[in-house]
Every structure is written in structure tokens, then in C-alpha cells.
């Protein structure tokens, strides 16, 4: 069985920082892309930031410049650094990522609440 647990989040005032966290953990031969997504009250879910195994990145136009999405192989986690937060970015975060156990699956943590206000 695979997991993926967050951690990292909280209440941070607006021009704030914090850094996200997600382990993944079970019968894991590889990890393959894994990504940030958002989800604020009200909105749809939407990506953040994702990464590949090689290192490659991307960002949603409201992350670019701000966050930075990076990975450690030998730890299967995945890191969201969130600079110069904003109130809009408050929303639960979820990672997400690709999994090969016996077969390749999409796996999902549970989120962490991210929170900006004064």
C-alpha cells in the first residue's frame, strides 16, 4: 500500500513563506512526475507546480517567480518552498504523484491547510 502524507502547512502572514512537505512511503519501485495541486473553498482544483524524475519543472502563471517545486529521489518526497505568499493563496495543497508499485498508479495525499492572513 502506498501513502502520501503532507506536512508543512499553516497560518503565515501576507509576504510570508513556507515550505511544504510530501513523503511517500510503501512498496515503491519508482516515482515518476510528482506535482502540487491546489484547492481553495469554493474553486476547483488546480495544479500548481509539478516535477519529473529528471529534475524538470513547471509552474502555473501564479506560482512562477514565487515558489519553487524540487524533490529528493532517495527520500520519495517532494518539497513546495511558497515565497511571498498572497491571501489568495490560501487553499488546502495536495501532492500527487506517479507511482510504480506492480503497475503504475496516481496516488494523492490528504492536503495540508495553507492559510494567509494578517
Known amino acids: 500500500q502506498v501513502q502520501l502524507v503532507e506536512s508543512g502547512g499553516g497560518l503565515v502572514q501576507p509576504g510570508g513563506s513556507l515550505r511544504l512537505s510530501c513523503a511517500a512511503s510503501?512498496?515503491?519501485?519508482?516515482?515518476?512526475?510528482m506535482a502540487w495541486y491546489r484547492q481553495a473553498p469554493g474553486k476547483e482544483r488546480e495544479l500548481v507546480a509539478t516535477?519529473?524524475?529528471?529534475?524538470?519543472?513547471k509552474y502555473a502563471d501564479s506560482a512562477k517567480g514565487r515558489f519553487t517545486i524540487s524533490r529528493d529521489n532517495a527520500k520519495n518526497t517532494v518539497y513546495l518552498q511558497m515565497n511571498s505568499l498572497r491571501a489568495e493563496d490560501t487553499a488546502v495543497y495536495y501532492c500527487?504523484?506517479?507511482?510504480?508499485?506492480?503497475?503504475?498508479?496516481?496516488?494523492w495525499g490528504q492536503g495540508t491547510q495553507v492559510t494567509v492572513s494578517s
Open positions: 516535477i519529473t524524475s529528471g529534475g524538470s519543472t
Open positions: 510503501g512498496n515503491i519501485f519508482s516515482i515518476n512526475a
Open positions: 500527487n504523484a506517479d507511482i510504480r508499485t506492480h503497475y503504475i498508479g496516481r496516488y
